[in-house]
């Protein structure tokens, strides 16, 4: 028999004509049964179970030494990080041991010691890329990954705080008396939503004026890191509204193709930390408050920025999604949330009929002895 019952528990042998290719022992019988179904209709694809028996280590390190060299420098550091994250429960046992089960409690241990459920996210997707891996090399029927979630946290989630656009044309203002181009440079990251390393690699022949003038996102250069392809790896067109379309034509004046667009009034390629230093943008009085130019924002929220003034200009979500780059809308409606919309403003207008907006309530409610 496939599935024999032994000491209250099942064990189901796979086999090839008479020659024994693999066994598992389960608690119940329907995943003794499950488990031989999918092994043969692996076998039967041309996938060896035999070749599961390779340790998760060792089949780790062999994709590690992959990856080297076929991703960007930050994905292989992330993946290296599988390592020193994943228990030693599962990198000693075989590849064909590890069931969604292992998988669920590694995520759950991580969470327990104290690792930020972001962190966890990125390691849940540097592992199912492994073990996709493992599939494609057919020393897997399936990534045990993929049915798996990370549990949700009950941290508060780090929210965006972008400026509205009088907030941003006063801290402009602001800014300009510290360092005039460097203003210039985040006004316009404030209408164009780039990413800090997309504006240090931005060119001069990235600006285009036909048929609309526009930027042509097409690479980026976090600092410490060579030029890249931008995330997500797509080229992208934001366009330029007539608030930045004067500054960056200045920027771009009598300078090459390809020159950089972006730079210090110096010339030089702008770095994160200089800059911010030179606005002011972080500093604390005594009473512990950001008085900062920055008042207590990222330079990221300046994108965020982007998106909202977008959007609250009736731009649609999915020209929106395009010119910000995200893969999926759910990421563009996070900023929908954070705004509201002319359902939510329609809603307010009929919950306000016949209330007045001070103390005083303009045909509210009437208690008893008012009405008589």
Known sequence: MSIVKENGRFRA??????????SKTFDTK???????????????????????????????????SIRRTTVAKKTYTADLDLRRLTPTSMLNVHLSAVSEREVARSFEKLLAAGLAESSVVRYRASLSVFFSWCVRE????????????????????????????????????????????????????????????????????????VPTPALMVRRSQPEGSPIKATKGRSMRRVPLGNRVLPIVRELARDKAPHDLLFTTSGGAQLWRSSSLRLLDWTRLDDARNNVGTGRGRRLHDLRHTAACLWLARRIDPGTVQAW????????????????????????????????????????????EEDAS
Request: hydrophobic share 40%.
């Open 324 to 367: 910000c780059g995200h893969e999926s809308i759910a990421t563009t409606n996070r900023y929908l949330h954070y705004l509201g919309t002319g359902a939510d403003k329609a809603g307010l207008d009929r919950l306000n009929e016949g209330v007045s907006d001070d103390s005083g309530a303009a045909g509210g409610p009437q208690s």
């Open 30 to 64: 329907r995943e003794a049964k499950a488990w031989l179904d999918r092994e043969r209709a692996a076998l039967a694809g041309g996938l060896d179970p035999r070749a599961g028996k390779e340790p998760v280590k060792s089949a780790l390190d062999r994709w590690l």
């Open 138 to 209: 057919k020393l897997l029927a399936r990534n045990p990954v993929a049915g798996v979630k990370v549990p949700k946290g009950s941290d508060e989630v780090d929210e965006m705080h972008p400026f509205t656009e009088n907030e941003l044309e006063a801290a402009y203002l602001v800014w300009k008396m510290k360092d005039e181009r460097l203003a210039d440079i985040l006004l316009v990251l404030g209408w164009t939503g780039l990413r800090w390393g997309e504006a240090r690699a931005m060119q001069v022949a990235s600006v285009m004026e």
């Open 13 to 22: 042998r796979l086999k090839s004509g008479r020659q024994n290719i693999a």
